[in-house]
T-cell receptor, first 114, second 114 residues
Framework: GAVVSQHPSWVICKSGTSVKIECRSLDFQATTMFWYRQFPKQSLMLMAT?????????EQGVEKDKFLINHASLTLSTLTVTSAHPEDSSFYIC??????????FGPGTRLTVT | AQSVAQPEDQVNVAEGNPLTVKCTYS??????LFWYVQYPNRGLQFLLK??????LVKGSYGFEAEFNKSQTSFHLKKPSALVSDSALYFC????????????FGTGTRLKVLA
């Protein structure tokens, strides 16, 4: 149980376009999901906390207008990278909160902006 | 400030030998501690957690970790390493607040040599 999926697993987009990444909890409901960013050979950096039915909470230094997060249902959160630029290229990982102390992670989405 | 430290960027160990990947933490209150493993271009896989109870926690794939409150450490161990254990390992702590956020260590790359 507690499987989290992400789609797409890999995406290439042109500079200036927007791309949407989906995070789904497949067999459970998640009121809270998290979005992380991971640069090559580095740790995970929390970008934002996504709560179903309310606005996301962004970490300091993360541009909320650039990284739009929507958590419209208990099983789906989306991250939209708007007007993407090459420096947005990264590995994006979502997780879903299961119980108070545990998160289950998705397989990640590699974004390449050309 | 709350933090998690993994002092070794890389650990090399011969196949069949015991392995240890170190993690120390600095958080207020009683921490919830986790170990995750990441294979290339993949998300994080849960290995084990410490919430309360026995200081020695057993997890997936033969891994275990020992919680040491006085030394604020949570080192990951395995009695006999396999080449397939080669991966990136992350220690994480859940903040003991209502936000459910995790803080991740910087990661340790484990290389098991045949």
């Amino acid at each position: 149980g507690a499987v989290v999926s992400q789609h797409p697993s890999w995406v290439i987009c042109k500079s200036g376009t927007s791309v949407k990444i989906e995070c789904r909890s497949l067999d459970f409901q998640a009121t809270t999901m998290f979005w992380y960013r991971q640069f090559p050979k580095q740790s995970l950096m929390l970008m934002a906390t996504s709560n179903e039915g309310s606005k996301a909470t962004y970490e300091q230094g993360v541009e909320k207008d650039k990284f739009l997060i929507n958590h419209a249902s208990l099983t789906l959160s989306t991250l939209t990278v708007t007007s993407a630029h090459p420096e947005d290229s990264s590995f994006y990982i979502c997780s879903a909160r299961v119980r108070d102390y545990e998160q289950y992670f998705g397989p990640g989405t590699r974004l390449t902006v050309t | 400030a709350q933090s998690v430290a993994q002092p070794e960027d890389q650990v090399n160990v011969a196949e069949g030998n015991p392995l240890t990947v170190k993690c120390t933490y600095s958080v207020s209150g009683n921490p919830y501690l986790f170990w995750y493993v990441q294979y290339p271009n993949r998300g994080l896989q849960f290995l084990l957690k410490y919430i309360t109870g026995d200081n020695l926690v057993k997890g997936s794939y033969g891994f275990e970790a020992e919680f040491n409150k006085s030394q604020t450490s949570f080192h990951l161990k395995k009695p006999s390493a396999l080449v397939s254990d080669s991966a990136l390992y992350f220690c994480a702590v859940r903040l003991v607040s209502g936000t459910y956020k995790y803080i991740f260590g910087t990661g340790t790359r484990l290389k098991v040599l045949a």
